[in-house]
Nanobody, 123 residues
Framework: QVQLVESGGGLVQAGGSLRLSCGVS????????MGWFRQAPGKERDFVAG????????YSADSMKGRFTISRDNAKNTVYLQMNSLKPEDTAVYYCAATLSGTGARSDDYAYWGQGTQVTVSS
């Protein structure tokens, strides 16, 4: 049974930092491209960042570059999202996901999803 379990969300003031983690079991983690998505209330689920087995990274927009950093530890079957200089507009539920079928932003490419972790940034 494949499981993706996110943790590390919470309430933080604007300008603060959070580190999200996603532990993965039930699949060969190193084979999968891992992504982080987020969904704000009333909005669609958006791609945040992705990382391949070899460390290849992609980010959704310039606004996240320099603030968000995705990384992975294949030995621990875990993917991380370090978020710095958080803004109220970063408030959302953050999801990790796994795919063998792509290396980017299409949520339809991702076969496995976690349950999400809430990130709330106060102004």
């Amino acid at each position: 049974q494949v499981q993706l379990v996110e943790s590390g969300g919470g309430l933080v003031q604007a300008g603060g930092s959070l580190r999200l983690s996603c532990g993965v079991s039930g699949l060969t983690f190193s084979n999968y491209f891992m992504g982080w998505f987020r969904q704000a209330p009333g909005k669609e689920r958006d791609f945040v960042a992705g990382i391949g087995w070899n460390g290849y990274r992609t980010y959704s927009a310039d606004s996240m570059k320099g603030r968000f950093t995705i990384s992975r530890d294949n030995a621990k079957n875990t993917v991380y999202l370090q978020m710095n200089s958080l803004k109220p507009e970063d408030t959302a539920v953050y999801y990790c996901a796994a795919t063998l079928s792509g290396t980017g932003a299409r949520s339809d490419d991702y076969a496995y999803w976690g349950q999400g972790t809430q990130v709330t940034v106060s102004s």
